[in-house]
């Protein structure tokens, strides 16, 4: 193990033990390179695998921050680094929406857990069709801390939420971890998505954060098989 992997495996057991608080940036890349007896450079390769990871997401100008939502083990696959919604992502094409459902309620254990609150504190719960050109692409089943994220009604459903949370409320997006699976098509998917009962479907389980690490939105994403690909790039250190 070289010295940076060390140093890393060390602050990601710092990191499950709540050494760091989880609302404060982590020590600087001076202080624990004197603490770990590294040079910088030794200790900027091993935060970067704590981000590639997840667990850690840098706010210029500002420090390190703990991933709140990441704080489990065996929990994240994919690790995205900017949340931008389906709207951003397809600029060119017109894209409409249709609320299936919309509820305010307390949370699961699981879903509070991956929120990062307690279950005593209401989230929304929608169930949305999002529609590209006039054909079923996605349906999005998601919860959102109503207390962070306030005011959701039918004008933000019908639009961009992501729009919204950044140009209304001023919160900034700043990433994401994914879960990237194969389902069975479902009843819904099949009376939404206009899927057979025999049509594979790609669920994406999602959780966003903000940039101070605070998740905003738990939700599942369910795409026809023929609507979406993942692309990834790997990167190979010398």
């Not at 450079?41 to 935060?47: G, I, P």
């Not at 929990?75 to 900017?82: A, F, H, K, Q």
Request: proline share 5%.
């Amino acid at each position: 193990m070289t010295k940076y992997e060390a140093i890393s495996s060390e602050i990601r057991n710092r990191i499950r033990d709540g050494v760091y608080p989880i609302d404060q940036p982590i020590p600087d890349e001076i202080s624990l390179s004197k603490e770990f007896g590294c040079s910088r450079m030794t200790m900027k390769r091993a935060l970067d695998i704590l981000g590639t990871e997840g667990l850690l997401y840098r706010k210029r100008g500002h420090g390190t921050f703990i991933v709140q939502s990441a704080i489990q083990n065996n929990r994240v696959n994919v690790v995205g680094t900017e949340s931008l919604g389906l709207t951003r992502l397809l600029k060119n094409h017109i894209i409409t929406s249709q609320v299936i459902s919309f509820d305010i309620q307390f949370p699961s254990e699981e879903v509070a857990a991956h929120l990062a609150i307690d279950m005593k504190s209401p989230v929304y719960y929608l169930i949305r069709l999002r529609i590209v050109d006039g054909e079923p692409y996605v349906m999005e089943k998601t919860y959102m801390p109503a207390l962070l994220i306030p005011g959701i009604d039918d004008e933000v459903l019908n639009g961009s939420i992501y729009q919204y949370i950044t140009e209304k409320l001023g919160l900034t997006l700043a990433g994401s971890h994914r879960k990237i699976r194969a389902c069975k098509s479902d009843e819904l998917d099949q009376q939404y998505l206009a899927c057979l009962p025999d049509d594979p479907i790609l669920e994406v389980e999602h959780v966003g954060f903000l940039n101070n690490g605070v998740p905003f939105e738990y939700s599942f994403s369910r795409h026809r098989y023929d609507k979406f690909e993942v692309t990834t790039v790997n990167m190979i250190r010398n």
